[in-house]
């Protein structure tokens, strides 16, 4: 069990380059199963996400050379596998796209189910519906969730809610069924037209992705591809708020704008500066931030994945912001962290009302889970004193070398190991080295 140690105060500056994305990264690596031949991938985040993703497609008999510098190979002439056992998947919730890309490939799929999370239940009653219509018979069976087609045909599948996840499963079970599946009330989140584009390249018929209404047109076989991974919005967002938050002045670099809108909007709101590039966005924190309220919402409104970094900032605001948290039930545990330190938010099931204090102070912490993890690091970037935060498992499944980027940009933190050793980053022209 590590730490992190921070101690606050410190403005960033700089620029940071910021990693793919976590959330395509894991549903293209199993969407790579699909290929006849070797799939290249570039631009990987190496996150423990995909590093234990990497090893579960090992075990089921994939040849996979995973570059720590952020490229994958993967090559799956001789996988037969069509299970993954809970030992395996109970490491990563995103395994379930196992169960679309398993049963496209061999028209069966056992995956262990992986259970619920500490930002709320995940149900996955959407991909099973979108399973069922394209002809598969789906039965759960001691904690194995079992999928069977003697051939998937393409279906109307209409989602009840938006799903990130049944839309991206959806996808990658269609791409090889007979004839044309319409997924209705898509999702739309950059990581959903990533998944999609993989697959085109890979020789996949798919139209729409990015709109509510996704048409996939199934094809026989999908070959090998070089792809480039889109960067992160997420991570992109976190060192937004983190730059805003410490009053500093901070280049997200190689980057998607447009992805930003919801964090860029809300940032000039609080009376940041915000400088938008082709592919860079400075933001620079002119002052103390004013009040806002946020609704989280599916693409493109503003993402549940930072409303947990935003809430951090939003606990220094000047005023009362109020946080609907519309995606996820149970996210705001955070909060109860923040109040530690010094916040005062006050929670009503899913509505948050945060009255900014003038200060936050260093206290020890926990994080809860990955995007609560980057709350409190804003948190302790912004308080007085030391903040040591526990349960950085959880942040490392998400955040591509995090002590380096933030010690980049003139943040004093280091690692502490279980024994209590610690492991303190320096600057180096620029870069941060051990
Ligand atoms: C993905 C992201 C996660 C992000 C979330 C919402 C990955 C690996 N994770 O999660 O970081 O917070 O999108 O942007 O990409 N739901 C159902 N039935 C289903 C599926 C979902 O009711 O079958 C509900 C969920 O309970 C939730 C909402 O739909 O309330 C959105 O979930 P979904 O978009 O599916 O999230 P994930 O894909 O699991």
């Known amino acids: 069990m590590e730490k992190l140690r921070i101690y606050g105060g410190k403005k ?37 996400d995909v590093i ?53 490939k061999f028209g069966k799929a056992e995956v262990a189910f992986p259970g619920g999370c500490a930002i709320g239940t995940r149900p996955i009653d959407q991909h099973i519906k979108g399973f069922e219509a394209l002809g598969a018979k789906v039965v759960l069976e001691h904690g194995v969730i079992k999928a ?53 390249s890979m020789g996949a018929k798919i139209k729409g992705a990015g709109t509510d209404t996704i048409r996939i047109k199934g094809v026989d076989k999908l070959s090998g591809c070089e792809y480039t991974i889109i960067p992160d919005q997420i991570e992109t967002g976190t060192y937004m708020i983190a730059a805003a938050a410490t009053g500093g002045d901070v280049t997200v670099v190689d980057v998607i704008p447009k992805h930003m809108e919801a964090v860029t909007a809300k940032l000039l709101e609080m009376g940041m500066e915000v400088i938008e590039g082709d592919d860079e966005i400075r933001v620079i924190g002119r002052q103390r931030p004013r009040k806002v309220n ?78 609560a993890g980057a709350a409190l690091i804003i948190a302790g970037l912004i308080a007085e004193g030391v903040t040591e935060i526990s349960n950085v498992e959880f942040i490392d499944r998400g955040y591509e070398t995090i002590e380096h980027k933030l010690v980049s940009l003139g943040a004093d933190i280091e690692r502490v190991d279980e024994n209590g050793k610690t492991r303190r980053l320096t600057l180096v022209e620029g870069t941060a080295a051990l």
């Open 12 to 48: 960033l500056k700089g620029r940071v380059k910021i990693s793919g994305a976590k959330n395509a990264a894991v549903a293209i690596l199993p969407a790579a199963l699909l290929a006849d031949d070797t799939c290249l991938i570039d631009n990987l985040p190496y996150i423990d």
């Open 294 to 371: 946020i609704k989280t919402q599916p693409y493109p409104g503003f993402p549940t994945d930072l409303q947990q970094p935003m809430s951090a900032l939003l606990s220094i605001a000047d005023g009362v912001s109020v946080i609907t948290e519309n995606v996820w039930e149970a996210r705001f545990k955070h909060l109860d962290e923040i109040a530690r330190m010094g916040g005062n938010a006050k929670i009503e099931d899913r509505v948050a009302i945060i009255q900014g204090v003038e200060k936050l102070y260093g206290a020890p912490v926990i994080a809860t889970d990955l995007r």
């Open 52 to 104: 234990v993703l990497a090893d579960i497609l090992k075990e089921m008999g994939a040849y996979v050379k995973l570059n720590p510098q952020g490229s994958i190979e993967i090559n799956v002439s001789k996988m037969k596998e069509y299970r993954a056992h809970y030992d395996m998947v109970r490491r990563m919730r995103a395994s379930y796209y196992l169960l679309g890309v398993l049963l496209a």
């Open 148 to 200: 069977y087609a003697d051939k998937l045909v393409g279906s109307e599948i209409y989602l009840d809610v938006v799903s990130v996840g049944a839309t991206i499963n959806i996808m990658l079970a269609a791409v090889r069924a007979e004839g044309t599946t319409t997924i209705v009330n898509a999702a739309k989140e950059p990581h959903v037209v990533d998944v999609a584009n993989f697959l085109n």
